[in-house]
Each structure stands twice: as C-alpha cells, then as structure tokens.
C-alpha cells in the first residue's frame, strides 16, 4: 500500500534537506582544509613509463654508521630514481601540475635556474611528457653537470653568480626565457621551421640577460618556468610521495629526521607529513657555511642587515656542498617543521663521504653526506637506541670536478685525513 501524499512529500523535503546540507558542509570543509595548507591541491594520478619508475626508493641502513652511534641510521636511496636524485619526484610534480593547470603546453619548453640536480631531473623527465628543456646554471657548479644536461638534450646558458635580487641571477635569467618562449609562440603561432636560433649563445656558455636574441624555435609551444624555489608542488612531491614512503618503510617507528634544505621541498614536506602522523617524531635541518637557514631556525633571525642578500653579490663564506644552504626563506621552507638545526662545515663532508665510501661502499654526493654528518649529530643529541632517517639525495658521479678533485680539495685545505669518525668526536 502506497504511503500517503503528505508523507512521501514529507521524506523528500527531508531528504532535499539532508542532501543540500552535506553539500554545504563538504563545500565549507573543503575550502577550509585548502586554505590550512597547500597539500589537498593536487589529486594523485597512475604513472607509467619513465615516471612510474620514479620514487619508492630504498630505505637502506647505514651500516657504519648505525653501529658507531648505537642508533639506527637509515638512508633514502634517492640516487636510484632514473635521473640519479631527489629532484626528480619535484620535476615529476612541477611538470603534472603544469599540464593539469594549462600553464604547460604538451611541446612547450620548459625553463629553470638550478645548479644541477633538479635541471638534470627536469630535463630526463620532460621528454617524457612531450616537453623540452633549457637550463640556466651558474658557471661555478660542476662542469659535469652541464655536460650530463647537454647529453640529456637540454639547452645549457652558462651565467656568473650572482644575488637573487640581481635581475642576471641564473633563476631570473630563466624566469625571462620562459616569458621569451611565450612570446616566440604568440609570435609564430604553429610555425613550420624546425631550426634552433642562436643556439651557439646557449651551448657557448654567453649570455646578454634581455640584450640577447630569440633563443627558442619558433614553431615553440610557449614556456614555462619551474620556479622550484617558490613552487609549491616541490613541497607536495615531498608531502605526498616521500614521507609517507619513509612512514611506511619505518612502520611508524622511527624518532627523527633531517636534511639540509635548498629549495626547502624535501624537508618541510617530510616533516609536515612525519609530524602529522607522530608529533614526538623531531624533525631537523643540517646546514652548510655560508647558509642562514641555521640561524633562522635556532634564533628567529637569518641575517644581520648589513649580511642581507640583496647587498652582497654572493655568499661571504662558499661551501664545497652543492644544491643546499640559503639565504632568503623560499615559500617551500616556510611550511617546515622543524625542532631545531645542526650546523656542518665542508671538511665534515668531505670526510663523511669518504668514511661512507671506505665503509659501506656508498659513493655520495655532497649534499648527502651533509645529510649523513647531520644524521650522527642527531644520533650523538639524542643518545643510543634511536631511529634516525635522511635523505641520500644523488651519488658522487656528478660531483666528480670539485667534490672528488683532489687538487680542488687541496686547493681549499679540505683533504681528507681521518682513519674513523673522530672528525665528529667520535671514535
């Protein structure tokens, strides 16, 4: 027997209710959570190819390590991503989110100012994704890196360094190239000619900032500029890829991490993530000299004003480490972390990676053995018993020039001597 009229009415009005107020709800939910944090923007998609090989990596115990500390010291194998490092979950992202917003054309040219590893990553990706590459790199990074990018078919302009406020920096330099290329497109729409312009004033390593001529082809797609100082996706690789792989490999039972930061991706999104599945895990930054990271984090200050950036054309004090240690805070930093900081100096890391070299059989690049000095400071605070992790962000093949120079090394007193780790006061 069918309900009268009046009720059925009655339950669809409330059913309509129900429904309009779970929407509501879910709407206001939504727009709260995006606005806490940048990390809900993206939705995670299949990979395959290439970029499926990408992440998952290994979390190796270091041997040597873990039984001089009594602590368990743990690595993340990121050397073993297909570009050989960390940055290459960052220029996955940095690329999907392009191609998802349409600030990235399929075809396009993708540009950045990185001094080696996330360029060599952006430019084994991009091909992947029907997208080429050209990297602005400041003439003192290793030779071998601009010689790994050109091999990769990147476009190389190599740049003397100088402050970020300093409109030929290599990062600004390659912000114009990505508004050059767009302009290249506008100009020639689908242009027919395949010739690369100028290309002797990029592969010879010359650069006029906006005196120089069109540099792109002119059938280009447009550009697009990484930005992984300030892109937010650099944090969300970290957020959603890293850190629950290392909460996943550790079972949830580790105490504490820590890594050095450049761009500030890999440390803020592994913390935010470590953090909100344990808050007792204790989150650092390892910093190199020259850095103000450390003091940011330790005092609330990173500079004095006469120490500031934008008045010096470079770093008073220069680091042999690569890739890591800064002097502005970056939008990716700024969602760290962090309990506290440890400060490392360049001979530690050379002597670092050669202990880990003699050791374990793992050969380092220098940002990783930073990690690794930082991760035997964190053990020696915290005491025996502990769970440590950090990041081996790529291998000594590409730091072969100055990081394994010999006459590099000899040049700024920073040969290795130590027989064990009494570099770190220990025996």
């Known amino acids: 027997m069918a309900p009268p009229l009046r009720t059925t009415s009655a339950i669809a009005t409330a059913l309509s209710i129900a429904l309009l107020s779970y929407l509501l709800c879910k709407k206001t939910r939504s727009k709260a959570s995006s606005k806490k944090t940048p990390k809900t923007l993206s939705v995670k998609k299949a990979r395959n190819g290439l970029v499926a090989a990408i992440g998952n990596t290994p979390l190796i115990r270091i041997n040597s390590l873990s039984d001089a500390t009594g602590c368990e010291i743990l690595g ?18 940095i690329i999907e989110e392009a191609l998802e917003s349409g600030a990235l054309a399929q075809g396009g040219i993708i540009t950045e100012g990185s001094a080696g590893s996330t360029a060599i990553s952006l430019a084994t990706v991009a091909p992947a994704f029907g997208c080429k590459c050209h990297v602005v790199i400041p003439d003192d990074a290793a030779i071998e890196k601009s010689q790994i990018l050109e091999a990769l078919g990147a476009t190389v302009e190599r740049v003397r360094p100088v402050s970020i406020t300093h409109k030929d920096h290599f990062v600004n330099i390659a912000r114009r190239r990505a508004l050059e290329a767009n302009q290249v497109a506008l100009k020639h729409g689908k242009g027919n000619q395949n010739e690369y312009l100028d290309v002797k004033q990029i592969n010879g390593y010359t650069s006029d900032s906006g005196k120089q001529d069109p540099i792109f082809y002119s059938d280009c797609k447009g550009g697009f500029f990484a930005d992984q100082f300030e892109n937010l996706a650099n944090f969300r690789a970290h957020y959603e890829g890293t850190g629950p792989e290392i909460w996943d490999q550790t079972g949830g039972k580790l105490d504490a991490f820590i890594a050095a930061a450049g761009t500030g991706g890999t440390v803020a999104g592994v913390s935010c993530f470590l953090k909100e599945k344990n808050a007792n895990v204790r989150c650092f930054l390892i910093d190199p000299p020259g850095s103000g990271l450390f003091n940011k984090v330790t005092r609330g200050v990173m500079y004095t004003r006469e120490e500031a950036e934008g008045r010096r054309l470079k770093n008073p004090f220069d680091t042999i480490t690569e890739g890591i240690g800064i002097n502005r805070l970056t939008e990716n930093f700024k969602l760290a972390e962090l309990d506290g900081a440890f400060r490392g100096t360049d001979l530690e890391a050379v002597e670092m990676s050669r202990y880990l070299l003699k050791n374990d059989g793992l050969f380092l690049g220098s940002s990783s053995a930073m990690n690794c000095v930082g991760a035997v400071r964190v053990a020696q605070a915290l005491g025996p ?30 040969m290795p001597s130590a027989v064990g780790l009494e570099f770190l006061g220990l025996k």
């Open 385 to 414: 018993g502990h769970t440590i992790v950090t990041i081996l962000c790529d291998s000594g093949m590409r730091h072969l020039s100055k990081f394994y120079d010999v006459g590099y090394l000899s040049k700024y007193g920073l």
């Open 76 to 93: 993340k194998a990121e050397f073993l991503n297909p570009g050989g490092s960390v940055k290459d979950r960052v220029a996955v992202k």
